[in-house]
């Protein structure tokens, strides 16, 4: 099979590309990276939510090009079906999907206050109110797959579905949001993979931060 190249951009701050980049792991297809630095207005733009048009992460493989997180979530599980990315089940599947477009799509108010900062930590942050809705959803998604799967992942196999709500760990971790024992023994496991770990390593070893992101508001 043909090797691929996975656009990104910053480690630390840039939540969609860690979700492409888990995803293709995930998958198991052999990739190389491409890094985007996010000097480049277009991506500095991306990741401070001031447009949604830049097309990382993006996947070129086999003559395909694919950008959007989703997009490229399904194209690995038409191409390395032997992954799992989508449960077998018909009935978890249309869950799966349902769950990866609610966070794909969703939950503004969570990005703006609390953006992904992978070198920060804000102990004692103070969550608005319109934020504290969201979590309160995210971890009524995740309660309901965690009972119903019986873990450790959300369906208990890993899936895309953990891919698209890893940066949701890593803020609730930055912005110490306190969950119920579950929920943390999710993100910790979350944050104990190691393709987590592999991306965390290389997110605090970029040299230059994005100064927006870096006040403690």
């Known amino acids: 099979m043909a090797r691929a190249v996975l656009t990104i951009s910053s480690k630390n701050y840039s ?6 980049w888990l995803l293709t792991k995930f998958s198991g297809l052999e990739f190389e990276e491409n890094k985007v630095s996010h000097d480049d207005p277009s991506v500095r733009a991306e ?3 001031l447009s949604s048009s830049i097309r990382v992460p993006r996947l070129d493989h086999d003559g395909a090009s694919v950008w959007d997180t989703l997009a490229i979530a399904e194209y690995l599980n038409e ?3 032997q992954a799992g990315l989508l449960p077998a089940d018909r009935i978890q ?3 799966c999907r349902s769950i990866c477009g609610e966070i794909h799509s969703g939950f503004t108010v969570l990005r703006s206050s609390l953006p992904v900062n ?3 930590h804000f102990p004692g942050f103070k969550v608005w109110s319109r934020a504290a809705a969201d979590i309160s959803r995210i971890a009524e998604i995740w309660s309901d797959c965690l009972g119903k799967s019986g873990g450790p992942f959300l369906f208990g196999a890993r899936t895309m579905a953990d891919a698209m709500y890893a940066p949701v760990v890593t803020r609730f ?3 110490d949001v306190k969950l ?3 929920l943390m023994e999710y993100c910790q496991i979350i944050m104990a993979m190691p393709e987590m770990q592999d991306w965390i390593e290389a997110a605090r070893l970029e040299p230059d931060d994005i100064q927006e992101l870096e006040v403690e508001f």
Request: aromatic share 8%; proline share 4%; charged share 20%.
């Open 180 to 182: 119920d024992g579950r």
């Open 118 to 120: 992978l070198k920060g």
């Open 79 to 81: 191409v390395m079906p």
């Open 173 to 175: 971790m930055t912005y």
């Open 93 to 95: 599947r249309a869950h």
């Open 47 to 49: 990741i401070l939510l």
């Open 15 to 20: 939540s969609w590309s860690l979700r492409g």
